[in-house]
C-alpha cells in the first residue's frame, strides 16, 4: 500500500480534471500556443488559482498517450507498462481484461517467392478492412482454448485479441518491418510463452488460408503483443467514484482501465460537457473530462488551430464547468504537443488549479507555459497532480501524528 | 536497462557540452562572479536559450569533480564511485581498467622510533619526486603476478597502480593521518581481500628497502585504495558517439571512464578550441569541452580572475563554438566554487541551453545565478541533463504509446 492510498478518505468533494490533450506548446514569434491564445476567462481564473508546471513521465522524456495518462490518474508510468497491442485495442473501442493477449495487426502482401512484397497491403481502404475483418472473425473464432476477436482499425490496421488461460506478452514480432524481407514467426525465448507463441503462429496460419483469394491483403502480421497491465482500482486505491467523459476511444479505455466508469457521450465538445452536467449529481466525486482537438492540431503543427481550440475551450466549455462549481477545477495537458514540432514532446505541460486552497500567485498571471514556470505549485512530476487533487478535495487524511 | 537506455537513438545532430569548471559562484557587494562578468555573447544567447538550475549530487552536497562530471554525463554519481585512488591516477594520466588496484601515496619521513615524523616528507620538490619514483619503479616491477606503475605527482606525491589477478579496492589506509604516530599496515576484514593487503604491504617493504639512503622520503604511506567503477560506455548506453576535449589529466580520464573518445589537445583555451574545431565533422555526435581555469581562480578565492575568465570565454572562446553551430550547446559548469568559499560548493549551477526545441524565458534575462533561478528548464538534477540534451537533439524515441 502506497502512501496516497493510505491516507485517502472518502469526502463529499468534488474533483473536476480537464485534459487539454497535448496542451504545453512551443513559442512562434515569442509566444505559444496557449500565450497566443485570447482566453480572457482562463486569465482570470489563473488569478486566484495556483499555477505550476507537470512533467509527465521525466525530464526530457517524450510520453505516447498511455503513460502520459496513467501519471495524471496517479500511477507510475514506468511501472505500470500499456503496450502498443493493448493500447491499439483500447483505441478501437476493445476493453482487454488484464489475461487478454493484444496484438497489433497489418494486411500484408506475401509475394510468391515468401517475401514481403508490401508491408501495408497497398495501403487498402476501410471497407476493405472491415469487410476482411468479418471474414477472419467468422473463419476463425477460437483457437485451442482461445477465443479470437478481430476489430477493424484504419486502412489495413487492425487488432487481434486472444481470450484464453495462460497467455502472455512480449513475444517477438512476426513484422519484420520492412518490405523485401520473410515474415518471421512469433516467437519467445521463454517456455511459458509456448502457449501463446502457438496460438499466435497457427492465427498467422489460418488468416493466410482465409486470405487466399485476396491479391493484395493475402497475409497478416502481428506485433505489440501485450497484455492490459493489472492496475489497482482508483476506487479501491483511492477511494475515489470516478468517471470518465471522452469522445476517443483510447482515452475511454485507459480510464477503464483504472476502473473509472466510462459515460456515454458523443463526438463533440458540447456532447462531452452535456454528458458531464448530466452526471455532475450523479454520485461520482471525479471526473476526467479529456478533449482531444488541442492535440490533434499539434500533431498537424497546426499552430493557428490549437490556439483556435484553446480559445474555443475558454469561451464555450468554460465557463460551463464553472457553472458547476466544482470543488477542485483542474485544467491541464497529458503532455506538450508543439505545433513547432509537430508530434508529441518532452516538455513540461502547464497545469491550472482551482480550490480554496491553494496559494494564487501574489502577480496577476495569465495562464501559459512561462506563467506556470513561475506559478505557486511549482514543478512537480505529473503522477503527483492526484496528490494535489486529493489534498485540495480534503480527501487525505494527515500522514503521521 | 533504464529508461534513456531504452530510448536512445542515433541522429545526426551535434551536442556541445561546454563545462566551466566550478561555474557557481556567490555574491560579493550584490552580485556573483557569472553575474559580475561583462559577457554580451552568453547575455544575447540567454535570450533565446532555456536558462536553468543543475544540483549536482543532491540539496546541499558539495561534489568532488569525479561525481559532478559523471553526473553531467548522465550517470548516476552514487551508484557509479570513482574511488579516490581511481581519481589519482586519472589526474596523473594513467587509464586504470576495471581489476587495476589504484592507491594514492605520499613519500613520508620514517622516524628512529618507528613512528612517522612527517607525512609529506619535508615536502620534497618536484623533481625529487619524479626520480624517487623512477627508483621505486625500477625496484619493484612487479609483486606477485602483479605488475606495479609507480608514477610521479607534484611534491610528496605519487600514484600506485597494481595490475594483477583478483585485486580489489576499499582497503584501510596505511596513513595514520597524524604524525607521531605509527604507519598502520594495510588491512581488509573481508578474506577476498588477502592478496591485495599482502601485495600493497610487500610494496611498502619493498619501497621502504628502496629509499634507505633518503633522509625525509625514506618512507611511503598509501590510502584511497580503489578499483575503478566498471561503468556502461556512452557509446554503448546512449547511441553517442561521444569525444572529449580537456587540458586537464582528470577531466580526461573521468571521460574515459565513459567511453569517450579523449582528443589529442593542448594547455590553453585557443589550443582546446582548435581541437575542437578540427575534430567537429570528424564523426563525433557529442563534444564535451572542458574548461579548467575558472574553478581554479575560485579555488583561490580570487572573484575578479573567476570572473576575467568568465569573460574572456564570452569574448573569445564562445563565438568560435556558435560559427560550429551545434544543434545543441549547452553551456554549465560541474559544481559552483565560489570565490567566497575557496573551495567546492553545494550551490547548484547555473546551465544554459540552446537548440531549437527550447522554450526561452519571455523577459529578457542575462546569464546568471538568479536568472537561471527563474529560468523554463527549472532546477533539475546534473543527471538529469544528458535528458534534455538526448531530447533536444531529437536523440530519444517516445515512452509508450
Request: hydrophobic share 40%; glycine share 10%.
Amino acid at each position: 500500500m502506497d502512501l496516497l492510498e493510505s491516507l485517502a478518505v472518502k469526502t463529499e468533494q468534488k474533483i473536476l480534471l480537464v485534459v487539454l490533450d497535448g496542451l504545453g506548446g512551443l513559442p512562434r514569434k515569442g509566444k505559444t500556443e496557449l500565450e497566443s491564445a485570447s482566453i480572457p476567462h482562463l486569465d482570470q481564473l489563473s488569478g486566484k488559482a495556483g499555477l505550476g508546471l507537470l512533467t509527465p513521465v521525466d525530464v526530457g522524456i517524450t510520453p505516447g498517450s498511455g503513460p502520459a495518462h496513467l501519471a495524471l490518474f496517479g500511477y507510475d508510468p514506468i511501472k505500470y507498462d500499456v503496450g502498443r497491442g493493448v493500447l491499439e485495442a483500447l483505441g478501437i473501442g476493445l476493453h482487454p481484461q488484464p489475461s487478454d493477449l493484444c496484438a497489433r495487426a497489418n494486411f500484408a502482401t506475401l509475394a510468391p517467392d515468401g517475401t514481403i512484397g508490401d508491408r501495408r497491403a497497398g495501403r487498402i481502404p476501410d471497407d476493405l478492412c472491415v469487410s476482411l475483418c468479418a471474414r477472419l472473425q467468422a473463419a476463425i473464432p477460437t483457437i485451442e482454448d482461445a477465443k479470437v476477436i478481430v476489430r477493424p482499425g484504419i486502412g489495413h490496421r487492425f487488432v487481434v485479441v486472444f481470450q484464453g488461460q495462460g497467455l502472455v506478452g512480449g513475444l517477438a514480432d512476426s513484422d519484420p518491418q520492412q518490405d523485401g524481407l520473410k515474415p518471421l514467426p512469433v516467437a519467445s525465448p521463454d517456455p511459458a510463452a509456448a502457449k501463446s507463441v502457438r496460438v499466435t503462429n497457427r492465427f498467422i496460419d489460418l488468416a493466410t488460408a482465409a486470405l487466399k483469394d485476396q491479391d493484395k491483403a493475402n497475409f497478416v502480421l502481428l506485433r505489440g503483443f501485450a497484455l492490459p497491465p493489472s492496475i489497482p482500482s482508483m476506487r479501491d486505491r483511492l477511494k475515489l467514484t470516478p468517471a470518465c467523459i471522452a469522445a476517443y476511444p483510447m482515452y475511454r479505455g485507459l480510464a477503464k482501465l483504472v476502473g473509472m466508469d466510462v459515460l456515454e457521450t458523443g463526438s463533440t465538445w458540447e456532447s462531452e460537457v452535456t454528458t458531464l452536467r448530466k452526471h455532475w449529481d450523479g454520485g461520482h466525486d471525479f471526473f476526467f473530462l479529456h478533449l482531444k482537438e488541442t492535440d490533434k492540431a499539434g500533431e498537424d503543427g497546426n499552430f493557428e488551430a490549437k490556439q483556435k481550440f484553446i480559445e474555443q475551450f475558454d469561451e464555450e466549455v468554460l465557463p460551463q464547468l464553472q457553472s458547476l462549481k466544482p470543488d477542485v477545477l483542474c485544467i491541464t495537458g497529458d503532455h506538450s504537443t508543439p505545433a513547432l514540432k509537430a508530434g508529441h514532446s518532452w516538455h513540461e505541460v502547464p497545469v491550472l488549479l482551482a480550490s480554496p486552497y491553494v496559494c494564487p500567485s501574489d502577480t496577476r498571471e495569465e495562464f501559459g507555459e512561462r506563467a506556470c514556470g513561475r506559478g505557486t505549485i511549482g514543478r512537480i512530476d505529473s503522477v503527483k497532480l492526484m496528490n494535489l487533487l486529493l489534498a485540495n478535495s480534503l480527501k487525505l487524511r494527515k500522514f503521521g501524528a
